[in-house]
């Protein structure tokens, strides 16, 4: 339906039978909410726009100036038109007058035929109020259909092109946190950039020009801006009744989109509880295969795994890129032939990888994702400088017993943060020695059992600014050479001669001997690992 009354809808009433269009002929789709009858010149504070203007032309009879006066005024408080009886005070439009009209896209109309001016005034007012009436049923009528629908529909676009029909304009919606705009119909990518200029533009406070009327309404779900529902037009202006039709449609969206919200919450936190439950340890073998064959049909599983991914933080301005971050996580281990579980717990997200390729390369296929995920643009450039920290736990044949590869991939992680020199290795099963390192810290004081075998040395190095702690591990990783000792030190031997028989003085002769070497390699890792781990509380494992 046509929701609004133009110049051109009233030159086809009976009274303007006899009329001529002279002047602003693309101004015929001006907007008409009114006529008014004006025989003055001076009109500034007599019009409140989209009036057509009825004159005789008798306040301005002989002087063109006062003429062009009143069609300027006319055109700034941006009237519909200005039609003009001929004959008794005007004869001839000057073309002063016609130029401006034109420039300005205002139309000028002559009625060449004696009309009482109240049976045109009459004659529109009638329509108007009646065409009021009809917007006011049709209002209704649009409203009782949207609702019919919302019961029947699954996504908001039936909505945009229910909207789109009944005005036949372009219809957009721009979803805030997603960052994402949807257009119906689908526009060019160069218009749909037109277009949210246009938007841009129609809500700064320069007013700058746009060739859209555009009309815009905020969808708020539960107190929150979720997306805004626009509508725009370059062949029309866009009327209240425009303004009301959107204001229900956006209601309407409002309450799909929420319900939508709703149905995607709880079927996350099922999905959420059920993984949680997995990793625990709570779910049977069979009971995991059934859950996979209901949800992920196509999965066969061939053994799993667990990986961690830990943020220093993740602020709420970071819900897109981890959004980006798990999608291109996906995209690359689908590839690599893991089907993928994915749930967020404090700054961690965990992922299960459920391997469905030969489980001897299951070790390669992870490396070589985790090198094309960390080379990704997401990671590099859409993370806002915060470099992930990758925990892999070791591989279970059995489903069932993943939480036994979530708690070594904690581990991984917990190992890990704690060292300052990072290792390159993502995996628990290549962190060796140091994994017994981490669980003897946390049954024993360490520092005690490390100071038993090194505090002489230690205490050297600390009160002469000595070297004997570096000499003697590379001492033990040559394996005895004092050639490649010397070397790897860049000393002279007389220099590492001296060292070693100060280190024999401090923890013994017998330090090279195959027992006890074994325990002094094992004390200097634990040394590194405390002096060199960050300073961190320890928490509480909280149990899933």
Same mark, same amino acid.
């Given at each position: 339906?046509?929701?609004?009354?133009?110049?051109?809808?009233?030159?086809?009433?009976?009274?303007?039978?006899?009329?001529?269009?002279?002047?602003?002929?693309?101004?015929?789709?001006?907007?008409?909410?009114?006529?008014?009858?004006?025989?003055?010149?001076?009109?500034?504070?007599?019009?409140?726009?989209?009036?057509?203007?009825?004159?005789?032309?008798?306040?301005?009879?002989?002087?063109?100036?006062?003429?062009?006066?009143?069609?300027?005024?006319?055109?700034?408080?941006?009237?519909?038109?200005?039609? %003009?009886?001929?004959?008794?005070?005007?004869?001839?439009?000057?073309?002063?007058?016609?130029?401006?009209?034109?420039?300005?896209?205002?139309?000028?109309?002559?009625?060449?035929?004696?009309?009482?001016?109240?049976?045109?005034?009459?004659?529109?007012?009638?329509?108007?109020?009646?065409?009021?009436?009809?917007?006011?049923?049709?209002?209704?009528?649009?409203?009782?259909?949207?609702?019919?629908?919302?019961?029947?529909?699954?996504?908001?676009?039936?909505?945009?092109?229910? %909207?789109?029909?009944?005005?036949?304009?372009?219809?957009?919606?721009?979803?805030?946190?997603?960052?994402?705009?949807?257009?119906?119909?689908?526009?060019?990518?160069?218009?749909?950039?037109?277009?949210?200029?246009?938007?841009?533009?129609?809500?700064?406070?320069?007013?700058?020009?746009?060739?859209?009327?555009?009309?815009?309404?905020? %969808?708020?779900?539960?107190?929150?801006?979720?997306?805004?529902?626009?509508?725009?037009?370059?062949?029309?202006?866009?009327?209240?009744?425009?303004?009301?039709?959107?204001?229900?449609?956006?209601?309407?969206?409002?309450?799909?989109?929420?319900?939508?919200?709703?149905?995607?919450?709880?079927?996350?936190?099922?999905?959420?509880?059920?993984?949680?439950?997995?990793?625990?340890?709570?779910?049977?073998?069979?009971?995991?295969?059934?859950?996979?064959?209901?949800h992920s049909s196509t999965v066969k599983p061939k053994g799993a795994f667990v990986c961690i991914v830990k943020l220093d933080s993740i602020p709420q301005n970071m819900s897109v890129q981890l959004t980006y971050f798990k999608l291109a996580f996906r995209s690359i281990f689908d590839q690599q032939g893991f089907s993928m579980f994915a749930i967020e717990k404090a700054n961690n997200i965990i992922f299960i990888l459920v391997n469905e390729r030969s489980p001897q390369t299951w070790k390669k296929r992870m490396k070589e994702g985790l090198t094309r995920l960390k080379a990704s643009d997401v990671v590099r450039k859409g993370m806002n400088n915060k470099k992930p920290l990758f925990g892999v736990g070791k591989f279970v044949n059995k489903l069932s017993d993943i939480h036994k590869s979530y708690q070594s991939a904690e581990e991984t992680l917990r190992i890990k943060d704690r060292l300052s020199e990072q290792s390159d290795s993502y995996f628990y099963e290549d962190l060796h020695v140091f994994r017994f390192i981490s669980l003897l810290s946390r049954t024993v004081d360490l520092n005690e059992v490390v100071d038993e075998y090194l505090a002489p040395v230690i205490e050297y190095d600390r009160k002469y600014n000595g070297k004997l702690m570096e000499t003697l591990k590379t001492y033990l990783v040559c394996n005895g050479s004092k050639q490649e000792t010397a070397r790897q030190l860049f000393i002279v031997r007389q220099t590492l001669y001296h060292r070693l028989h100060k280190l024999e003085k401090l923890i013994g002769k017998d330090f090279m001997k195959h027992e006890k070497r074994l325990a002094l390699e094992f004390m200097l890792l634990s040394y590194e690992f405390l002096t060199t781990s960050k300073p961190i509380e320890e928490k509480d494992h909280d149990a899933l």
């Amino acid at each position: 339906m046509k929701s609004y009354l133009t110049v051109e809808d009233i030159l086809q009433r009976k009274h303007f039978e006899e009329s001529e269009v002279v002047a602003g002929y693309e101004g015929l789709s001006r907007l008409v909410k009114w006529v008014h009858v004006v025989e003055v010149t001076n009109i500034r504070n007599l019009l409140n726009g989209n009036e057509l203007i009825l004159s005789t032309g008798v306040a301005w009879q002989g002087k063109k100036e006062h003429f062009i006066s009143l069609v300027k005024q006319l055109i700034a408080l941006q009237a519909s038109g200005l039609c %003009i009886e001929m004959g008794t005070y005007t004869t001839i439009i000057p073309e002063e007058v016609i130029e401006i009209a034109n420039r300005a896209q205002f139309p000028i109309i002559l009625i060449h035929k004696e009309v009482p001016f109240v049976d045109i005034t009459q004659d529109i007012h009638g329509l108007l109020i009646n065409h009021q009436y009809k917007i006011l049923s049709d209002l209704e009528s649009y409203s009782l259909e949207l609702s019919k629908k919302l019961l029947t529909i699954d996504h908001y676009n039936e909505v945009l092109k229910m %909207i789109r029909n009944y005005l036949q304009v372009q219809v957009m919606i721009v979803f805030h946190k997603k960052e994402e705009v949807q257009c119906f119909p689908d526009v060019m990518e160069q218009e749909q950039r037109t277009l949210l200029q246009g938007v841009k533009r129609e809500g700064d406070s320069l007013s700058h020009k746009t060739p859209y009327s555009i009309a815009r309404l905020p %969808i708020k779900l539960l107190g929150e801006t979720y997306a805004e529902l626009i509508i725009a037009s370059d062949e029309r202006e866009l009327t209240e009744f425009d303004h009301l039709i959107l204001d229900r449609t956006a209601t309407a969206l409002a309450e799909l989109l929420l319900r939508d919200l709703y149905v995607e919450e709880k079927r996350r936190v099922e999905e959420t509880k059920w993984v949680m439950s997995w990793l625990s340890g709570k779910e049977t073998e069979e009971g995991i295969y059934e859950h996979l064959a209901f949800h992920s049909s196509t999965v066969k599983p061939k053994g799993a795994f667990v990986c961690i991914v830990k943020l220093d933080s993740i602020p709420q301005n970071m819900s897109v890129q981890l959004t980006y971050f798990k999608l291109a996580f996906r995209s690359i281990f689908d590839q690599q032939g893991f089907s993928m579980f994915a749930i967020e717990k404090a700054n961690n997200i965990i992922f299960i990888l459920v391997n469905e390729r030969s489980p001897q390369t299951w070790k390669k296929r992870m490396k070589e994702g985790l090198t094309r995920l960390k080379a990704s643009d997401v990671v590099r450039k859409g993370m806002n400088n915060k470099k992930p920290l990758f925990g892999v736990g070791k591989f279970v044949n059995k489903l069932s017993d993943i939480h036994k590869s979530y708690q070594s991939a904690e581990e991984t992680l917990r190992i890990k943060d704690r060292l300052s020199e990072q290792s390159d290795s993502y995996f628990y099963e290549d962190l060796h020695v140091f994994r017994f390192i981490s669980l003897l810290s946390r049954t024993v004081d360490l520092n005690e059992v490390v100071d038993e075998y090194l505090a002489p040395v230690i205490e050297y190095d600390r009160k002469y600014n000595g070297k004997l702690m570096e000499t003697l591990k590379t001492y033990l990783v040559c394996n005895g050479s004092k050639q490649e000792t010397a070397r790897q030190l860049f000393i002279v031997r007389q220099t590492l001669y001296h060292r070693l028989h100060k280190l024999e003085k401090l923890i013994g002769k017998d330090f090279m001997k195959h027992e006890k070497r074994l325990a002094l390699e094992f004390m200097l890792l634990s040394y590194e690992f405390l002096t060199t781990s960050k300073p961190i509380e320890e928490k509480d494992h909280d149990a899933l």
